[in-house]
């Protein structure tokens, strides 16, 4: 119906190219054109404006001999104002970009490292851009982006850097735990030789209590009773002592067996044995 019309439409975001007689006469806009067919007039195509996503993988090696696969993402669009350019002086746009990225690529990526290039994928991307730009202008298009999305190496070799990662982050493990441990140790020591400091202290102050209890006895017993000496109430109280440690020990249920000589021999012996080691602690703390 709009061939019997004369009459054609182009969509938004499109221009169509107009040839009379088979040459090219000018870029129609969209909207609504006049095209006399039975003046040798006709729409050759259609030409979208749009921007455009071409996805290319690439093969190729890093200098030190790992394959890897490249994915690259390129945006393009067509120049309105060269639109007879894009039409007319490619015949398939998307393999002359894949030959161009594929070209720089290759180029570019064989004189890094693999750990290079991860680290350089936006430097790749430029001069991908950089060379596609130049080659792609001439002919009417302009790349508007350049990414490259992903380097993929050899499966063997992804699973060989993970286990280098995980042997490395193991090691540094390895290294925080020994040294938790190490202050572990230090702290555990320090407190143990904290403790034993305080142990030691009371240890001292209680035989200094004790030994002064003792003589306050001594004095007291001797003021009282006339005729007694120091020596007499010292083995009295040392005495005494000795039997409340027996009936002590002899009341723990859980005690183990003690065997101590007993009789007025061994008891004497006890209280010189305990009189002269509280003496020997009396004269050592002074």
Same mark, same amino acid.
């Given at each position: 119906?709009?061939?019997?019309?004369?009459?054609?439409?182009?969509?938004?975001?499109?221009?169509?190219?107009?040839?009379?007689?088979?040459?090219?006469?000018?870029?129609?806009?969209?909207?609504?054109?006049?095209?006399?067919?039975?003046? @040798?007039?006709?729409?050759?195509?259609?030409?979208?404006?749009?921007?455009?996503?071409?996805?290319?993988?690439?093969?190729?090696?890093?200098?030190?001999?790992?394959?890897?696969?490249?994915?690259?993402?390129?945006?393009?669009? $067509?120049?309105?104002?060269?639109?007879?350019?894009?039409?007319?002086?490619?015949?398939?746009?998307?393999?002359?970009?894949?030959?161009?990225?594929?070209?720089?690529?290759?180029?570019?990526?064989?004189?890094?490292?693999?750990?290079?290039?991860?680290?350089?994928?936006?430097?790749?991307?430029?001069?991908?851009?950089?060379?596609?730009?130049? +080659?792609?202008?001439?002919?009417?298009?302009?790349?508007?982006?350049?990414?490259?999305?992903?380097?993929?190496?050899?499966?063997?070799?992804?699973? +060989?850097?993970?286990?280098?990662?995980?042997?490395?982050?193991?090691?540094?493990?390895?290294?925080?735990?020994?040294?938790?441990?190490?202050?572990?140790?230090?702290?555990?020591?320090?407190?143990?030789?904290?403790?034993?400091?305080?142990?030691?202290?009371?240890?001292?102050?209680?035989?200094?209590?004790?030994?002064?209890?003792?003589?306050?006895?001594?004095?007291?017993?001797?003021?009282?009773?006339?005729?007694?000496?120091?020596?007499?109430?010292?083995?009295?109280?040392?005495?005494?002592?000795?039997?409340?440690?027996?009936?002590?020990? @002899? $009341?723990?249920?859980?005690?183990?067996?003690?065997?101590?000589?007993? @009789?007025?021999?061994?008891?004497?012996?006890?209280?010189?044995?305990?009189?002269?080691?509280?003496?020997? @602690?009396?004269?050592?703390?002074?």
């Amino acid at each position: 119906m709009g061939n019997l019309s004369c009459c054609m439409q182009v969509p938004q975001s499109q221009v169509a190219m107009k040839e009379g007689f088979g040459k090219f006469e000018k870029v129609l806009q969209p909207g609504c054109h006049c095209m006399p067919w039975f003046l @040798g007039k006709r729409v050759a195509g259609h030409l979208s404006l749009r921007l455009q996503q071409l996805d290319i993988k690439c093969e190729t090696k890093t200098k030190d001999n790992v394959f890897v696969n490249v994915v690259a993402s390129i945006q393009y669009r $067509a120049l309105a104002e060269k639109a007879d350019d894009a039409f007319y002086k490619l015949s398939n746009t998307k393999n002359q970009i894949k030959a161009y990225v594929f070209d720089v690529i290759r180029a570019s990526v064989p004189k890094l490292n693999l750990d290079d290039a991860f680290e350089q994928k936006n430097e790749i991307a430029k001069a991908v851009e950089e060379e596609l730009e130049k +080659a792609i202008s001439a002919y009417g298009y302009e790349i508007v982006q350049t990414l490259i999305v992903d380097i993929v190496p050899d499966e063997h070799v992804k699973r +060989a850097m993970n286990e280098i990662n995980a042997a490395a982050r193991l090691r540094v493990a390895a290294n925080e735990k020994a040294e938790a441990e190490k202050i572990l140790q230090i702290k555990r020591a320090e407190g143990e030789a904290e403790s034993k400091y305080l142990s030691g202290l009371g240890i001292a102050r209680q035989r200094q209590a004790i030994v002064e209890g003792l003589r306050d006895s001594v004095i007291g017993f001797s003021v009282n009773v006339p005729g007694t000496t120091a020596k007499d109430v010292m083995d009295m109280v040392l005495v005494t002592q000795y039997f409340d440690t027996m009936k002590e020990i @002899g $009341a723990a249920s859980k005690s183990s067996a003690v065997f101590i000589p007993h @009789g007025p021999g061994a008891v004497r012996d006890v209280a010189s044995q305990i009189r002269d080691g509280l003496l020997q @602690g009396s004269v050592s703390h002074e």
